[in-house]
T-cell receptor, first 112, second 115 residues
């Protein structure tokens, strides 16, 4: 059974810092992996999707890497801003039905 | 495109009542999903559908039912509500073809409280 762990559970940084969020998963036989952000009381917003054949994906200040064999993904946020404050969720897709397995998330707070 | 829409946004039920959570997507996605999110926990899959007329159970299906009569709609039915069903419910959709699945898009959620 796929299990997803996100470290750290919470992170507080001053504005402008570069930071790394970590995600590990126990079953390396994944189809793809998505990173989401969730604002308090809101739904999930997809940030990046990495297919199993890819090593990384970039979108603006965000860069996600995937090392499928070791069961790890990282989300790199450059030059963090207060608007980046949210909970970040990692979710690999395991299985033909297409559903995602979610970690508990990393709650990020960027202080001005 | 409205994306994935869910109604209602909030609902309070009494124990034993029933209700249907509505979900609609306008992206012509074949796959649709229902997840629940409990405080401090990751999302867990309740039911999913790979196309109209085809549904299957996820990790936590007990106490719920679904149907998929059209591509666009995927309602979730709660029968005999229990306090353990207090949660935030998210509907999601994606397109899948020949084993690949694209980005999964989520609705804004329905916050349900059972008293």
């Amino acid at each position: 059974k796929q299990e997803v762990t996100q470290i750290p559970a919470a992170l507080s940084v001053p504005e402008g810092e570069n930071l790394v969020l970590n995600c590990s998963f126990t079953d390396s036989a994944i189809y793809n992996l998505q990173w989401f952000r969730q604002d308090p009381g809101k739904g999930l917003t997809s940030l990046l999707l990495i297919q199993s054949s890819q090593r990384e994906q970039t979108s603006g200040r965000l860069n996600a890497s995937l090392d499928k064999s070791s069961g790890r993904s990282t989300l790199y946020i450059a030059a963090s801003q207060p608007g980046d404050s949210a909970t970040y969720l990692c979710a690999p897709r395991t299985g033909s039905q297409g559903n995602l397995i979610f970690g508990k998330g990393t709650k990020l707070s960027v202080k001005p | 495109n409205a994306g994935v829409t869910q109604t209602p946004k909030f609902r309070i039920l009494k124990i034993g009542q029933s209700m249907t959570l509505q979900c609609t997507q306008d992206m012509n996605h074949n796959y649709m999903y229902w997840y629940r999110q409990d405080p401090g926990m990751g999302l867990k899959l309740i039911y999913y559908s790979v196309g109209a007329g085809i549904t299957d159970k996820g990790e936590v299906p007990n106490g719920y039912n679904v149907s998929r009569s059209t591509t666009e709609d995927f309602p979730l039915r709660l029968e005999l509500a229990a306090p353990s069903q207090t949660s935030v419910y998210f509907c999601a959709s994606s397109y899948s073809n020949r084993g690949t699945t694209d980005t999964q898009y989520f609705g804004p959620g329905t916050r349900l409280t059972v008293l």
